[in-house]
């Protein structure tokens, strides 16, 4: 699904990716942590193809997104929906106007648009919210219309950045919930995060550890692991008991979304 081949990106005297190399099947649901300044979010936009590698190669399924001309970069992000921390909606827009939006610039007929909108609507729980502005809306509200935008085009691929920093707790651990059963639907879910709230309770199958520009560790793990602040390494997260891998995580078959609710 993805790939990344010795991946290197320098900002000045900073290795914001140092020779990174890894990969991610499909259904993987991630958790990618590590301090501030680690290279999670430098890791995602090179991914997305927002930022070029100064170095080395990353493939998703087929396509060396390193070696695309920027007349394609478009068609690959089709695949590829993204989470931000800040929801980055249009707050003068309803919340159908948002999803909407995410397929209105591909041209697709107006019925389709507000049909498949209303489904990703629904399917996170906001069907009754659907004509409320943006701006009016609680942040958890605004973080389940994101990713109704996120997801609306069936994307195989899932990231999501910082996505519950400016939640309560309890509104975080919904958006947790709804990202493990979008996983369950077989998306690819990558969470980059330092947040202690989201590394004890996202119910991720794998775990990588940055630091520094580098993958430090990277181990499969088998349910949410409970620790009592932000981890400084992979061994802090698992806790001291080792467990046997577990397969990635969904049993279903199709990206359908009339069932993550």
Request: one cysteine or more; charged letters at 25%; hydrophobic letters at 40%.
């Amino acid at each position: 699904m993805i790939k990344l081949e010795k991946v290197s990106k320098r900002y000045g005297q900073i290795d914001a990716l140092k020779e990174v190399s890894l990969e991610i099947s499909e259904r993987d649901f991630v958790l990618l942590s590590g301090p501030s300044g680690a290279g999670k979010t430098t890791l995602m936009r090179t991914i997305l193809a927002e930022i070029q590698p100064d170095s080395g190669d990353i493939y998703i399924s087929d396509w060396n997104i390193t070696r695309l001309q920027s007349s394609s970069i478009p068609y690959l992000r089709r695949n590829i929906g993204v989470v931000f921390q800040d929801f980055k909606l249009l707050p003068q827009r309803s919340a159908l106007g948002n999803v909407a939006l995410a397929l209105e610039i591909r041209g697709i007929s107006r019925f389709e648009v507000h049909t498949r909108a209303r489904e990703a609507l629904k399917s996170v729980g906001l069907m009754e919210r659907m004509n409320t502005k943006a701006g009016q809306l609680s942040g958890g509200e605004q973080q389940r219309v994101a990713i109704a935008r996120a997801v609306v085009g069936g994307p195989s691929i899932l990231l999501a950045d910082e996505p519950t920093g400016n939640l309560d707790p309890d509104l975080a651990l919904g958006i947790l919930d709804l990202l493990a059963r979008i996983v369950r639907l077989g998306t690819t879910v990558i969470i980059a995060t330092h947040d202690p709230l989201v590394v004890q309770n996202a119910a991720c199958n794998r775990a990588i550890f940055m630091d520094q520009g580098e993958v430090v560790e990277d181990k499969q793990l088998k349910g949410p692991r409970r620790v009592q602040a932000a981890p400084t390494n992979l061994q802090e997260l698992l806790g001291d008991k080792e467990e046997d891998p577990e397969e990635p995580p969904g049993e279903g078959t199709g990206r359908g979304m009339s069932s993550i609710a």
